[in-house]
């Protein structure tokens, strides 16, 4: 896997911005992978409308333009790291 060009601080349920909780997406051309290090998070995704629940030690890929949100399942730490390129 490439190294990501950026990667965001590690986010706990308290410092978790809420931009990251509300409707957003990645850049175009931008893939980012969300990590769980401790606790759970929802991901949501609204096109097309699916969510899953990201488990510690876990991952979630977002694809370039892609809408999504993020909702805290208790205590939580997690980053998201920045791809110029999919993430495989």
Do not use: C
């Not at 986010?11 to 769980?36: C, Y």
């Not at 759970?40 to 030690?57: A, K, M, N």
């Not at 991952?59 to 791809?83: A, K, T, W």
């Amino acid at each position: 896997m490439p190294a990501p060009y950026r990667s965001t601080p590690v986010f706990d349920e308290q410092t978790l911005p809420a931009a990251l909780r509300s409707r957003h997406n990645m850049k175009a051309g931008v893939w980012g992978i969300i990590r769980v290090f401790e606790g759970r998070l929802r991901l949501t995704y609204l096109d097309p409308p699916s969510e899953i629940v990201v488990e510690q030690g876990g991952s979630g890929l977002l694809r370039p333009q892609q809408d999504h949100f993020v909702e805290p399942l208790g205590p939580i730490r997690m980053r998201v790291d920045f791809y110029d390129a999919p993430p495989v």
